[in-house]
């Protein structure tokens, strides 16, 4: 890394690390019911850093940045290290690598769509198969072990719902960017792959975490939770960030690249 992109990293790190602490303070607002995943819109910065000056200036900086943050707020550093770390370096690396490739727009619509049909139906089929199922099946049980069995399946099916509300949402945003803002199509290809790949990591991660510690109690807490809060951080980490990235991001990445048209250069 150059001297320049080393200064790009410190900037990235720390702005992410003071905005996100900032953003806590004011907005503690976590994954509804199961908490630790914090609402995080300034996943913008980053994703402008490793366009402009690359993935590794994008990776490393989140990397940091998020581990600074985590620390200030949940006092967790494993946890951080093994989550968020890892979550943030690949999913903006990989935001930096694909804005960079030269891709298919025509087969990406087509694989796009494909993909937000199959997400819907899956959304849909889980719901029809296999949540309201147990709620027939055991609908004779007593009221209280009702009521229990309906606090897990409740937040999974309206998690569900969301997420496959978000996905069609994203998909007609991204057709409009891709059509009407031909050069920001591989950013925001980029912002839906490197973000689900990072959310999954996310998910999974504090899920085999909670199994073995104690989440901190600061967001939420817990100990052993259940698998399907694998899916609520999931959905929660991608609904919430996608749109400040496919929003936000392109219109500033466009100044950033007209104040310096040298990032500009950089990044082709």
Request: aromatic residues 12%.
């Amino acid at each position: 890394m150059r001297t320049l992109d080393v200064a790009a990293t410190a900037l990235n790190a720390a702005l992410y690390a003071v905005t996100g602490y900032i953003i806590y303070v004011f907005l503690p607002i976590t994954t509804p019911g199961i908490g630790i995943v914090r609402f995080w819109p300034n996943v913008v910065i980053p994703a402008v850093f490793t366009v402009l000056f690359g993935p590794l200036v994008g990776g490393f900086g989140a990397a940091v940045g998020i581990f600074i943050s985590d620390v200030l707020i949940h006092g967790d550093p494993l946890l951080s290290l093994s989550a968020g770390v890892t979550s943030n370096f690949l999913g903006f690396y990989l935001i930096g690598y694909v804005s960079k490739k030269n891709m298919d727009w025509t087969k990406l619509v087509a694989v796009s769509s494909i993909g937000c049909l199959v997400i819907s139906l899956s959304s849909l089929l889980t719901v029809s198969y296999v949540a309201l199922p147990q709620v027939v099946e055991n609908r004779l049980m007593s009221q209280l072990d009702f009521d229990k069995l309906m606090e897990g399946i409740n937040p999974v099916v309206n998690g569900l719902n969301l997420f496959t509300a978000i996905i069609v949402a994203v998909f007609i945003i991204t057709m409009l960017i891709g059509h009407l803002w031909v050069e920001m199509r591989n950013y925001v290809i980029g912002s839906i792959i490197g973000l689900g790949l990072g959310s999954a990591i996310i998910g999974l991660v504090v899920w085999a975490y909670s199994q073995v510690f104690i989440l901190p109690s600061v967001v939420g807490g817990g100990f052993q939770l259940p698998l399907y809060a694998t899916v609520l951080w999931f959905i929660w980490t991608f609904a919430t960030e996608i749109p400040f990235l496919v929003l936000i991001g392109p219109p500033i990445i466009k100044v950033c690249e007209q104040a310096f048209p040298s990032l500009k250069t950089r990044k082709e």
